[in-house]
């Protein structure tokens, strides 16, 4: 069963060698269909994968594929190696299903777009390199993926690449991954010369030896996953990637590229668990970036950005969740947040579609009128990210709570970091809910005809990720099969139970929260906004802190951006052209300007010079053959 | 069978070609042309069909020739393949002929002399390749310097006459000394063994003394750092580089190779005790140059002069990989300066397309090309893709393999080294960002695009400019998926240089270094000992 997986990689690449070199000859509209084509047939091989391993004992769920051999060299030996067991089997099913979704939705909201056909080869380069990075059976086909998706995300981040902005963000996403790639690199390094493969199965196995070097190695997949996870220091390259067309948010955010860094940690959670530091660290990193993106989402204007600062925090919660040893509980948040967020950027995308590409939310208001599929989807959205009770971010998150509290390696100060943030969820989520589309309207298009209300094609990805955003946490709390599923893995490389008992006090107290969230973003936002004025005013250095994120993107300008610039500038133009080629200057001067044997130098006769050259040679030759001749 | 002397051919047909095109007419563009794009051509075939039959797996020399030449000094002409050098012959066939169909640049009316100079470097380059006569090679190893020096000298930008008296000073003070210590290590062998010869082959059973090693590789480290090249010796190449007719550059990206090559073929293989010694300081120095010339490559505000540091920085991973000393580093590096040969040749490919378009290499002046040239930008974007590391692209597979190699044996600068791809990572993208991306509107901009538009009456590539990028782009995707075929001809021959600076070493502990355990083939010692006056065809098993 497992060969037919190749099949899901090889649609997406048929779709982006059609829309990248061939459609050209085709018209524009098609590439779209082709391309969310081909994601649907990778989602169907997903499917098929995924019902076909879970009717599989446990035992049998885990299954190489070898496509050939990549790299040959000394004892090292890589192969184009897939490896299909529930964790990447639920990861595939997630991104091509929400991937497709995407591409769908994509048809309409980029349809007459002069770059759609680029579009949409980017679109399907993104799904190959995520499938490729949570299909790979070893660390450097990982790494494949891993940088795939690092290209995917400036390609498309710098989409609309006539716009400068664009273009920087797109740079900046790629440089700042490049930073997390490092971070790979080295690990793989140590990886290999500890246990002289690079094969996950190996390599684990290997694992359970424990040894100091697991928690270096821990770390360094650890900066790898900050980078790709937009965690703190690093999460500074996703706020700007909204520079992207809405559906390459909803790509990045929710079906590819940031959950990649979960998934990491998950994947290699044999190596993880024996580093109780190294897990300490990520669940740190977690809470502490969780609570950050939450506080300075609650400020911000741009729509797409408080989305933005809610993947942030999510995944902060995700990065908690498998940190606290819970790793059932980070992917079930992972997978739930991947249809509430993907819903949340779309119905987002079709507000601002509505009003022809205005983000502001203080120019948008009232829009529940106009648009009320949009609005009532994006409540939904809203609701499974607050974590109101019954909606699928409920479970998800308080499982991860509860582990927190609760779990094997429980941390009850995160635990209290993790409850707060989820106050300040509900209220940031809820405030955009009540500035996007209730209250006045404040844009010139709201009313009048040029208002591109969405249609179908739209709409219907919309109703149909809402679907999922209510019901996927029942896939846990009635059958509990969602940890069920993922537990051989977990179990592969030594006994480790994932799934938590829900703890009905926490349930509470996070549901309570949610709603008091919710109560408040309505207090402040839902009148005519006095409160949030004066609230602004009356806190306006705090108001000031959060809008620039802590200022921590000007610390970096000042202290790394910058001086790197003015090095390199200095470097590149002063340094070696006066210093370093002082000396070499010096001798030429002095060749030039000393002694009359070299005018023909100064008269710049080359013919003469490179007489002299060949002279040079005969010279030479024929002094060898004097020497040989008085020799023998 | 009959049997060809494949190798001469490979070196004397762009030879005579050269010196054909170079008593054409002086109007006779379209001659000229013609006949470079033939033979090279045919070159490129001929090559194609060396590396096709290259065998895999195998240490010692294929396809050897050997003839007297001047048989009272024991100078031969003696060439030959391994797994060394067998795909950089095949890179130098390419890279000509890719540059010989390219668009010529406007040469003044020189364009007799332009396709001359170009088939020559050919033929020097690949002489130099594969010379195992020391004699031979140092004839070749200047002989090449010729045709690059008038290359730019006559073809070149307005300081073109400084820039080529700045490298050929460089290089030809490297190369005395390298020519001492050749005549050094032949009196010092004769006297040793009776026999006096250059025959490399030979001469890496010398026993020389360890300090008196140490001295004759400085010479020779010194000529290949200078050519390399290893910074601090690295001034001349920003200026040649910069002066010289940017489409030239495509092949003239191998001569600096032949430095690289150098080391390997030469250093590690005459002087094994001496390499091992110097090694970690070698190693230092080619971090530095990865870091200086990642940095300088930042600072620069010229297409052109992006390229020449990002050489600087790329060829500094090779010398890593090299001076690393086993099997993974070195495997690395040869399969690295095949790849920096496709990507920084189709680079400057690239570039000087947009000159002709643009009539600028400033990145100030430059932007927003990719608007009204996608294709050209699908071209630049997997080419500096490639250069970047990308992996799935070919210099992915040499970076990781060098990079792998060199953190066994020299961690610390391996981690410094692995920082370098981050500053390759900004400038190359950020060189894209500049040059393709953004708005074309400032007034200078559209005036430039105004003399495009007027001068050229085209929009995107020619059919003629596509097919010199496509084979170089299809190198890429190929040697980035299925590198173990091209790796694994080189295996036996790169085991075999590794052995041989590790028994050199006996003092290194064999469990210090993973990967000194078990290379898969023991030592291949020279398989065809030296006939009298005899010429040695052969063909592969």
Known sequence: MGDSVGLALLFPFLGFLFNALLSRAFPRGLSGIVASLAVGLSFVVALTTFLALSALPGSQQFHAVTLWTWLVAGDLNVRIGLLVDPLSSLMLLVVTGVGFLIHVYAIASMHGDPGERRFFAYLNLFVLAMLVLVLADNFVLLMAGWNGVGLSSYLLIAFWFERDEAARAGVKAFVVNAIGDVGLLLAAFLIFVSYRTLDYDQVFKAAGAGGAVLTAISLLLLLAAVAKSAQLPLYVWLPDAMAGPTPVSALI?????????????????????????????????????ALFAATVGLVKPNIKRVLAYSTVSQLGYMFLGVGVGAFGAGLFHLTTHAFFKALLFLAAGGAIHALGGEE????????????PLVYWTFVVGALALAGFPLFSGFWSKDEIITATFAGPRANPTLGVVALVTALLTAFYIFRAVFLTFHGKP????????????????????????????????YVQVLGGSFGHFLQPVFNRYGPHEVAVALNPGLLAASATLSVVGIVLAYVVYGGDQALARRLGYQFAWLHQLLLNDYYIEDLYRLVIVRPVLAVAGFVGETFDRVV??????????????SGAALTIVQTGNLRGYGLGILTGAVVILAYLSYLGGWGG | MTVYPLLTLLVFLPAAGGVLTLFYHREARQAAQATAAVVAGTTLLLAGWLIAVFPAGVAGMY?????????????????????????????????????????????????REYAGYLLLLQAGVTGALVALDLVLFFVFWEFMLIPMYFLVGTCGGPRRIEAALKFFIYTSLGSLLMLIAIIALYLFNGQQTGTYTFNVLALADAKVPADAQLWLFLAFALAFAIKVPIVPFHTWLPDVYTQSPVTALVLGTMLVKVGSYGFIRFGLTLFPEASHQLAPVIAALAVVGILYGGLAAIGQRDLVGVLAYSSIAQLGFVILGIFALNRQSIQGALFQMVNHGLSAGALFLIAALILARTQTTSLDRLGGLAQSQPVLAGFFLISMLSAVGLPGLNSFVGEFLILMGAYQTLPALAVLATLGVVLTAIYLLTLYRKT?????????????????SQRERRLDLTPRESIALVPLVVLFVWLGLFPAPFLSKMDASVAAVVQRTQIAQPMRASSEVGDYRSPSQPPTPDPYPPKEGGLVWRLPR
């Not at chain 1, 998950?266 to 970036?289: C, D, F, K, N």
């Not at chain 1, 208001?365 to 106009?370: D, I, K, P, S, Y």
């Not at chain 2, 393709?436 to 495009?452: F, I, K, V």
């Open chain 1, 442 to 473: 404040h844009h010139h298009l709201s009313l009048s005809e040029h208002f591109h209300a969405p249609g179908p094609v739209m709409t219907v990805p919309l109703v149909i990720l809402a679907g999922f955003a209510v019901v996927a946490g």
């Open chain 1, 253 to 289: 955010h929710a079906a590819t590229m940031v959950t990649a860094g979960v998934y990491l940690i998950a994947r290699t959670h044999p190596i993880y668990t024996q580093s109780p530091e190294a897990l300490g660290i990520v669940a740190t990193i977690g809470a502490l970036t």
């Open chain 1, 360 to 371: 502001d939310m203080r120019k948008m208001g009232g829009l529940r009128a106009r648009l």
């Open chain 2, 63 to 111: 396809f050897e020739e050997r003839l007297p030449w001047v048989p009272g000094l024991g100078i031969e002409y003696h060439v030959g393949v391994d797994g060394i050098n067998v795909l950089l012959v095949g890179l130098t066939a390419l890279l000509g002929f890719v540059t010989v169909i390219a668009p010529w640049p406007s040469v003044n009316g020189r364009a």
């Open chain 2, 436 to 452: 393709m991306h953004g708005e074309a509107a400032s007034p200078d901009r559209a005036a430039l695009t105004l003399t495009l």
């Open chain 1, 580 to 593: 370093v080629d002082g000396a070499v200057g010096g001798v030429v001067a002095m060749v030039r300007y």
